[in-house]
């Protein structure tokens, strides 16, 4: 049944495929055959995960296991709060990542919430009311406004029916159905005029219908069916640390069996090198490290959220950074959701209306002079039918003003315009307050008598208005099928016959504002003779005097079209995916400045017709697709993955869920955004505005190279500390370094300055580099260089401050202690290195305060185990001299100020890389 196309067969036929008789519907006994065997109509949630077996499954991450080994070894030595801290961490990250994905995985119950609970249906020739769960294919429903549609049905009925569905479709306005049978093929689901989907909303007027499809067999069970099939995808953030843990377990043991090796082969104590070797196992592996990237992800949340964007699975954050595809929803992303009209045509004139959204505030302009309605009662006569043939409310609601008022301890409240009733009626109605003529304004003056509803075969409403003693017809609707009825025209002031010419005018007006995707609307009007009857709308609308057009859209957000400028700068794509019409899209799209001119747009009909391996080819060449389905959305998105981009996928939609999941980093509208979008995505932006993409992308970048410069000072940290080692075992000196001393400069170098460079603001240039690749490696950009040759630096000066005090006063203790200072302060000053991609001395030094102050705390810590006399003996150290202080200075600073000049010298011979937004792809390139 799921293969038939509902749309192509008569009311008739349906009928008879269904076995039923749309006058009496089905039997009680025809309904349990068929619950038995379609069953309940509800959508199904897959297989699920016990929450036991989710939090389990958070511990056979690779990182994880490597700090299950590195308590083990904390605890061999005696480190018990070593141990008991690892554990904790452990425990946490876990508790985190099951929270996480046990949130996600409710997308599925918020979806279901979408079906109607109450179905109202006939049976056995009596209309009742029965569960929606309950109906079966074949049932006869019946709804009107207000109702939510409870299964997939085909129209048998439609008086004036408007559904919207918006969440399936993507489409901005409600769609008027129709129980005619449609011939073509592959009919997007916004043109099914004459079919009714689960989950969507009847805005005005009633039907009735055949439900078709029930729970996973209607259009929202496929989309219910992708986000169970869809796999989420691991972030680049978590393929690096784990390749991270892998190579640091590698390198731990190798160099830690090299150590312990060579320091037996020279004499050294065997307990004694197996204490220090398992003491550099410990400090090669930074245990620290998946917490600080924790705590640095969540600071980075709390400052996305200031920017209003909400973070819903950490690892997800730094995605954003190398995101070089942003797949953006029409609707309420790059558009208000606001119907508003921008475009009047009266007399040969066309006119502008300014003003942004539902709020009614604009002048209507012709040219730069403002039009005074009170001198053109052509105008005046436009307005007058905008809003008296409308059954929309504009009015203000209170709406809470997000954080505003704080500080006085509560929240102020804003008031906010919104418009109930249909959109389209909404615009009109703002258009006539923007020139102060409201519904309530004309009250009195013109009274209505009686209404003629819109329907889908006349394509337009009157109404009957009491005006000054006689009778007055407004219409409104289709310019085509308006003008048919019009024998007269409203031009300069004046009722003249609506010749062929004028007729030509009209039309060319008409198409002109069609082609700019503003959605039409003529109007007319005509006095009604005293006696004459019009009790049906074929009387009442026959001779009408036409007065003029209407144009409106969905416009742009303000702030949208510099946002995109912004992504291009930074070398990241935007593509507009939308269930709405090519030419709306195409417009849109244009004035936003997303759409290069030999940019490519794709329909539905087109990309269905292209197999995965021609979209592939041109998918870097599309800019716009326009009337696609959610089957659409998800193959743009996985085409786009397959050409090696990182995908970040906005929408607000139920039909937008299952891309949303898919995508590297899915992003939901807070506002308008469904329940399903939200729960499936990673990221909510709780102001709806695309503009918040580009912030979270910065905060995103800002992160990740947060991220590195604390990988980049940990393991060229603990690099010095090995290399120390090393090379003492190597040449057979004693050691450098007790096993104490190694894991107090671990506790002492790794915590806090490691996490104040998670905090630390990002470069200048930050969003003018290209998108990371996703297969980029966490040492890339010579990431792998710096931490080696740092590392071998620090160790080459710590052993050198070692050997020199070991020669100078044979006291191995103060040698110790000396090359403990050395290497403490080496780590500390080379923490301010790693705060720019280029060198010490291209960041101002003590920008970052809380980096000043955890190194400071990491200096007393340092004194405190060298000078206070109970820790002395527990940390083998002794007081250190001034003349022992000049060399632990010096030396601790030589690696640092070293590479500093030698960064400043070969930036001035290396040539500045600047960055250009090429190709069809929208990928940055170099020159």
């Known amino acids: 049944m799921s293969q038939r196309r509902w749309y192509q067969y008569s009311a008739e036929e349906t009928a008879a495929i269904q076995r039923v008789d749309p006058r009496k519907g089905l039997t009680a006994a025809e309904v349990q055959d068929r619950q038995a065997e379609y069953g309940p109509n509800v959508l199904s949630e897959g297989k699920s995960i016990s929450p036991l077996a989710l939090f389990l499954n958070q511990f056979k991450d690779f990182m994880v296991l490597v700090l299950m080994g590195a308590t083990l070894v904390s605890g061999l030595l005696g480190e018990y709060l070593d141990a008991i801290t690892i554990v904790a961490i452990i425990i946490m990250n876990g508790i985190l990542g099951f929270v996480q994905e046990f949130r996600a995985e409710r997308s599925l119950r918020a979806l279901k919430e979408l079906s109607a609970p109450i179905a109202k249906v006939v049976r056995d020739g009596k209309r009742m009311e029965v569960l929606a769960s309950e109906l079966v294919p074949g049932d006869i429903v019946v709804f009107e406004g207000g109702d939510r549609i409870p299964a997939d049905i085909r129209m048998l009925e439609a008086s004036g029916l408007q559904i919207e569905e918006s969440a399936l479709t993507g489409e901005s306005v409600p769609v008027h159905k129709r129980t005619d049978a449609i011939a073509d093929e592959d009919v997007p689901l916004g043109d099914m005029k004459n079919m009714a989907f689960l989950g969507t909303m009847v805005t005005k007027g009633s039907g009735k219908g055949i439900v078709i499809g029930t729970g996973m067999q209607t259009e929202m069970g496929k989309i219910a069916d992708l986000i169970q099939s869809t796999e989420t995808m691991d972030t680049p953030l978590q393929h690096r640390l784990e390749q991270l843990g892998k190579i640091l377990i590698g390198v731990a043991v190798a160099l830690t069996v090299l150590v312990v090796v060579a320091g037996i082969l020279h004499g050294q104590p065997s307990y004694g090198m197996f204490l220090a070797g398992v003491s550099l196992a410990v400090a090669a592996i930074p245990e620290g490290l998946p917490a600080i990237v924790t705590i640095a992800l969540a600071l980075g949340v709390q400052r996305m959220i200031k920017r209003k964007a909400i973070v819903r699975k950490l690892p997800s954050v730094e995605t954003l950074g190398c995101a070089s595809v942003i797949c953006s929803d029409k609707t309420g992303t790059l558009t208000q959701n606001k119907m508003t009209v921008t475009h009047l045509w009266q007399g040969g004139q066309l006119l502008e209306v300014t003003g942004q959204g539902y709020e009614p505030v604009g002048q209507i302009m012709h040219g730069k002079q403002k039009v005074d309605i009170r001198e053109n009662s052509g105008l005046r006569r436009l307005l007058q039918i905008a809003v008296s043939c409308n059954n929309a409310v504009l009015e203000q609601a209170v709406a809470p003003a997000g954080g505003e008022g704080k500080k006085q301890g509560k929240k102020k409240e804003r008031q906010e315009w919104v418009v109930n009733g249909d959109p389209t009626e909404g615009a009109l109605i703002v258009l006539g307050a923007k020139a102060g003529i409201t519904a309530s304004g004309l009250s009195g003056l013109y009274d209505r008598i009686a209404e003629f509803p819109f329907d889908s075969e006349r394509k337009m409403m009157s109404v009957l208005l009491q005006h000054q003693g006689g ?235 947060n991220i590195r410069k604390f990988i980049r000072y940990l393991l060229a940290s603990n690099v010095g500390e090995i290399m120390t080692m090393f090379l003492a075992m190597m040449m057979g000196m004693p050691l450098p370094l007790v096993p104490i001393q190694i894991l107090w400069v671990n506790l002492v170098t790794d915590g806090l300055p490691a996490l104040a460079l998670g905090v630390d603001k990002a470069e200048d240039d930050l969003m003018k580099q290209k998108p990371r690749s996703p297969k980029e490696n966490i040492f890339a950009r010579r990431l792998g260089w710096k931490i080696i040759s740092r590392g071998v630096m620090i160790g080459i000066c710590t052993l050198a401050a070692f050997w020199i005090a070991l020669n100078e006063t044979n006291d191995l203790a103060k040698a110790q202690t000396v090359a403990f200072a050395t290497l403490v302060m080496a780590q500390l000053i080379h923490v301010f290195d790693c705060r720019s991609s280029r060198s010490i001395f291209h960041r101002k030094l003590l920008e970052n305060k809380a980096l000043v102050f955890a190194v400071l705390s990491s200096v007393v810590l340092m004194l405190c185990v060298m000078y206070l006399e109970p820790l002395q003996p527990i940390f083998k150290t002794v007081d250190l001299a001034l003349r022992d202080w000049m060399l632990v200075l010096v030396l601790a600073a030589v690696p640092t100020i070293l590479f500093g000049i030698g960064s400043v010298l070969g930036g001035r011979r290396r040539p500045k890389r600047t960055l250009r937004y090429g190709g069809p792809a929208g990928s940055p390139v170099s020159r």
């Not at 742009?556 to 709306?584: F, N, W, Y």
């Not at 469904?674 to 910065?698: C, G, M, P, Q």
């Open 471 to 705: 009778r007055l017809l407004y219409a409104k609707g289709a310019p085509d099928m308006l003008l048919s009825r019009c024998t007269h025209i409203l031009w300069e002031d004046k009722v003249i016959p609506f010749t062929d010419t004028l007729r030509q005018k009209v039309a060319a007006a008409n198409e002109a504002m069609a082609k700019n995707a503003l959605r039409v609307l003529g109007s007319a009007y005509r006095e009604v003779k005293a006696g004459e009857v019009c009790e049906q709308e074929a009387d009442a609308e026959k001779g009408l005097i036409f007065v003029g057009l209407t144009g409106m859209i969905d416009p742009p957000r303000k702030e949208v079209r510099q946002a995109i400028s912004k992504c291009k700068a930074a070398g990241i794509k935007t593509v507009m995916i939308t269930g709405d019409h090519q030419l709306t899209a195409e417009a849109i799209a244009r004035q936003l400045g997303l759409l290069p001119e030999k940019g490519l747009v794709l329909n539905g009909r087109q990309l269905a017709n292209m197999s995965d391996d021609e979209l592939d080819e041109q998918v870097d060449q599309v800019y716009v697709y326009a009337r696609v389905s959610p089957e659409h959305k998800l193959r743009i998105v996985k085409s786009l993955q397959r050409k090696g981009h990182v995908v970040a996928m906005t929408g607000d939609g139920v039909n937008d869920a299952p891309a949303i999941k898919s995508a590297d980093i899915g992003i939901a509208m807070g506002i308008t955004g469904t329940d399903v979008t939200k729960e499936a995505s990673a990221l909510v932006l709780s102001d709806d505005n695309f503009a918040t993409i580009v912030a979270a992308i910065e905060e995103g970048r800002g992160i990740y190279e």
